[in-house]
């Protein structure tokens, strides 16, 4: 997949919609149906197999998205099992797609016939058929396959592929002497000797509508699952003299479909590999791509730096020059150029320019840092604006509080923002030197340029430019530990200093 380009930044994948203008009119298809209707038994799971997820997207995202390349008319998803969860799914990530409802999964060509009830019986024009768990297959091989059906005038033209193991895919017959496909016979029902060809069925098809509609009547269920075969179309079409035709994939892992979860973690990292692969040859350094997880939906500029043991979720986007890592997991989160964020956790903020974040921190929804702000090591924030300039150095949490410029957060300092039922906001001017150790009781108010001692419990607001003082008066009791603690190693210790004291003067 092609990432399309901005100036300066690159999008590695885009969203499910519909493409802006490119070559793909001339082949646009009148429909895409993606099959979704099956149960997914092998992924032994109580969520339905097309919206387990890999890189962000759940399987029949990935292949909508493909699908979406194509910039089909109609774009018809066949659900059955499991259909309220997947048509909410498809509901929310692509509103316009259709869906088409299959009660009982009687065979993928029943399925593609319901598919095109809901389009009104037959179209015009070429139908796409995908399968809904085939989450690496890329709009580009969907584009050729289309662009070989028109330009060869197919009836029905089937992505093929050379696999190593071809067990349990239908196989391409082909004529011994003129090399033209002449059928689809499924593993169950294939002889040895069709057992021992290599290239198969990917289930990918760009058909004819009209003819599609028409063969689909003919199909029948005799055969070893008693199903109504989608493949059996080929061999109809055929013998009834039209063209039919197969455009064999350059890599066949891209047709690959996910069954169990094995499959499942093999197509993520193949998936995963692309996405750095790509983003690498633009600049971006992958330094350890084994340990780096992103997101279709993540993007960089130019000189961003990955470290090892880094995940990069949602929308998150790093800048140019910005670094992150080791060992980090950003989620929706936005790195401004020449930004550092090491061993972090971050969902939903926003890292200003040149700003740094931990080691060890913590940065929830609402962050926000300036230029040049630190938030630094077992620091944790949440709803947050933290001002250029602005240091929040060590051990403290800052919970829906504005910090103004060039403030300085003493250690271990707390933003009370909770008093068990309500959440307050705590305002701190610029250029504050709040001292460590200091609870900010919210809603407080801490002028500009105002000071706070050590230990302080600001419960009032600070006028601008005042030092604030909240603790407890220190008192001396002298003596004490000899009355007592007598004879205790503090005691002795504290006798050795006054005799050493008395032997100097
Ligand atoms: C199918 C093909 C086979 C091909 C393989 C590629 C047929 C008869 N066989 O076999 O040639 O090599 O895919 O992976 O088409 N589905 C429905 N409704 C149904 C049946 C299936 O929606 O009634 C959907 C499934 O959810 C799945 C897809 O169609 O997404 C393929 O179905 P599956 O049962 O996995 O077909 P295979 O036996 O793998
Ligand atoms: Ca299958």
């Avoid at 271990?412 to 309500?422: I, K, L, M, P």
Wanted: net charge negative; aromatic share 4%; proline share 5%.
């Amino acid at each position: 997949m092609s990432p399309t380009k901005r100036p300066g930044i690159l999008r590695m994948s885009p969203p499910v919609q519909k493409p802006k203008g490119n070559p793909v009119s001339a082949i646009r298809p009148a429909a895409v149906v993606v099959l979704a209707a099956g149960e997914g038994t092998r992924m032994k799971s109580a969520t339905p197999k097309v919206l387990h997820e890999l890189c962000g997207r759940s399987l029949v995202g990935h292949v909508l998205s493909a699908a979406r390349e194509l910039d089909p008319e109609n774009l018809v998803v066949v659900v059955g099992h499991a259909r309220e969860k997947v048509g909410a799914h498809l509901a929310e990530i692509d509103p316009d797609v259709r869906t088409a409802v299959q009660a009982e999964q009687n065979g993928t060509g029943h399925a593609v016939r319901i598919a095109l009830e809901e389009l009104g019986g037959s179209v015009d024009g070429t139908v796409v058929v995908v399968c809904g768990d085939t989450p690496l297959l890329t709009g580009e091989t969907l584009r050729g396959l289309a662009a070989t059906h028109a330009s060869d005038g197919n009836a029905v033209t089937v992505l093929s592929a050379e696999v190593p193991d071809a067990t349990g895919y239908g196989r391409i017959v082909r004529d011994e002497d003129t090399g033209a496909v002449t059928e689809i016979v499924e593993h169950k029902d294939a002889t040895e000797a069709q057992r021992a060809i290599r290239e198969i069925n990917s289930g990918v098809f760009a058909f004819d509508g009209q003819l599609l509609a028409d063969a689909l009547k003919k199909i029948r269920t005799d055969n070893s699952q008693g199903e109504e075969y989608l493949t059996d179309v080929l061999g109809i079409l055929r013998e009834a003299g039209h063209r039919v035709g197969a455009s064999v994939a350059g890599d066949h892992r891209e047709i690959a479909g996910i069954n169990n979860r094995v499959q499942l973690s093999e197509a993520r990292r193949i998936l995963n590999d692309r996405l750095l692969t790509a983003a690498m040859l633009a600049g971006v350094t992958v330094v350890d791509p084994a340990t780096t997880w992103v997101d279709v939906t993540v993007t960089f500029e130019q000189d961003a730096v990955v470290h090892p043991g880094t995940q990069l979720h949602g929308s998150t986007h790093l800048g140019e020059g910005a670094e992150v890592g080791p060992n980090s997991r950003l989620k929706d989160t936005r790195v401004d150029a020449g930004a550092r964020v090491d061993n972090t956790v971050a969902d939903g903020a926003h890292v200003g320019p040149q700003a740094t974040v931990g080691p060890f921190a913590y940065l929830r929804p609402g962050t926000r840092l300036g230029l040049k702000a630190k938030v630094g090591t077992y620091v944790e924030t949440k709803n947050a604006s933290i001002g250029e300039g602005t240091k929040v150095p060590h051990l403290s949490y800052v919970g829906d509080a504005t910090i103004g410029e060039y403030t300085n957060i003493g250690a271990a300092s707390v933003f009370v923002n909770y008093d068990g039922q309500e959440k307050h906001h705590t305002t701190v001017g610029s250029h504050c030197r709040t001292g460590s150790d200091n609870m900010f009781v919210a809603p407080v108010t801490i002028g500009d340029g105002s000071y706070t001692a050590a230990g302080s419990v600001i419960t009032k607001d600070v006028p601008p430019g005042s030092l604030a003082v909240a603790r407890g008066q220190q008192r001396n009791i002298e003596g004490w530990v000899a009355r007592k603690r007598p004879g205790s190693a503090a005691a002795k210790a504290a006798e050795a200093t006054a005799r050493r004291g008395e032997s100097e003067d």
